[in-house]
């Protein structure tokens, strides 16, 4: 029996045994199985073994001479290369960095001297001192401003202690630390001190309130001032070279200023009055003269007088109306007429700072009273404007 199927019209002829003859050869073929154990690498792997092949060191045998040569270039180029940082090192770094240490040093020390007493522990001398040993360079160190900051400082310091160093009548007192030096003045005169100085005087100064006792000193006319001092005078202290405080008496500033002249007595001897004067005129006619001689003479002793006026032996009133100033009266014209005694001696008291005493009594052949001249009387206003006006 015939069980081939008919011919599919809509194939060609010979198509089915086409087909039949691949799936034949397609069972017969075998496609190759893949290894179980075969390590799949990622391209990071694939990556690093690449790198590493490269990398990695050949295994080249090297001769003698060469392991030698290289072993020279290794040296040398390390004995180069010390020369070179030793030559960095002492040429450039170590100078640099002594200049920048010398520089830091001497910054230092200008803080150190205006950041000194009250203001030793200032804020802004701790800012200033980070800032200066942060430093990296000289110019670094030097380019930082130490007076202007300092300035300011001490001026608001110190108005602030002149308010609260006052005395009853308005006074305050300076004291120089560095050359043991006192000053009494208005307390608007030391508030102008504080505004015309900068930190580089304000840091040696400091303000207390006037502790002061009165004084009694024994002098020459040529150490009370030529004799022309007055009650109520403001007056200076120096103290010539014999002073037993030597190493003072080179400074051009006073030993003790603003002293007040709160009594003085002259000598005795000056109150004792012996004068006469005489004029006399001749008048001659023929062999005949006729004198003429008009004669008047003075004798009193002042001190007498005043002792007299006391009991009610002369008028009160009118004797020391008389007698006021006598001795400086006595001296004013001594002034004028250019001629007067030279070995007069005053007894004046002085107001001085309490701790100054010692230095006033150990020191009284020595000291020379002086006249500021911007507490001048008025005779010596007059005659320095008269000097200069002319």
Request: proline share 4%.
């Amino acid at each position: 029996m015939n069980t081939k199927r008919p011919r599919d019209p809509l194939y060609p002829k010979g198509f089915e045994e086409t087909q039949e003859l691949k799936k034949q050869m397609s069972s017969e073929l075998q496609k190759p199985s893949k290894k179980e154990n075969e390590d799949e690498l990622t391209p990071l792997k694939k990556l690093n073994h690449k790198l590493g092949v490269y990398l990695s060191p050949k295994s080249i045998e090297i001769s003698d001479d060469e392991k030698k040569r290289k072993i020279g270039v290794i040296i040398t180029t390390i004995i180069v290369l010390t020369l070179i940082i030793s030559a960095y090192y002492f040429i450039i770094y170590e100078p640099s960095q002594e200049q920048l240490s010398l520089a830091k040093t001497t910054k230092l020390n200008e803080l150190h001297d205006m950041y000194s007493g009250a203001l030793a522990t200032s804020p802004n001398a701790l800012m200033l001192e980070n800032k200066i040993n942060d430093a990296t360079s000289p110019e670094e160190v030097e380019v930082i401003n130490i007076l202007t900051t300092a300035t300011k400082d001490w001026r608001d310091a110190h108005k602030k202690s002149i308010n609260m160093n006052q005395d009853k009548y308005n006074r305050t007192m300076a004291v120089y630390e560095n050359e043991s030096k006192n000053m009494i003045m208005p307390a608007h005169e030391a508030m102008q001190i504080v505004n015309e100085n900068d930190a580089t005087v304000l840091s040696m100064i400091k303000f207390e309130k006037p502790n002061t006792v009165s004084v009694p000193i024994l002098v020459s006319r040529l150490q009370a001032g030529a004799g022309l001092v007055s009650v109520g005078s403001i007056v200076d202290i120096y103290t010539n070279s014999n002073s037993t405080y030597g190493n003072e008496t080179n400074s051009t500033s006073p030993d003790i200023s603003g002293c007040t002249v709160l009594s003085i007595m002259r000598y005795e001897e000056n109150g004792e009055i012996d004068s006469e004067y005489s004029k006399s005129k001749m008048h001659v006619e023929g062999n005949s003269t006729y004198p003429r001689e008009n004669t008047k003479s003075f004798s009193s002793d002042v001190l007498e007088m005043i002792k007299g006026s006391i009991v009610n032996g002369y008028d009160e009133g009118k004797t020391f109306k008389m007698l006021e100033d006598y001795g400086v009266k006595l001296s004013n014209y001594e002034r004028q007429i250019n001629l007067g005694d030279l070995d007069a001696q005053y007894m004046l008291l002085i107001e001085t700072p309490q701790d100054k005493v010692s230095y006033v009594l150990n020191n009284m052949e020595d000291i020379v009273l002086t006249i500021p001249t911007s507490e001048a009387p008025d005779w010596m206003v007059n005659e320095i404007s008269n000097t200069y006006q002319n």
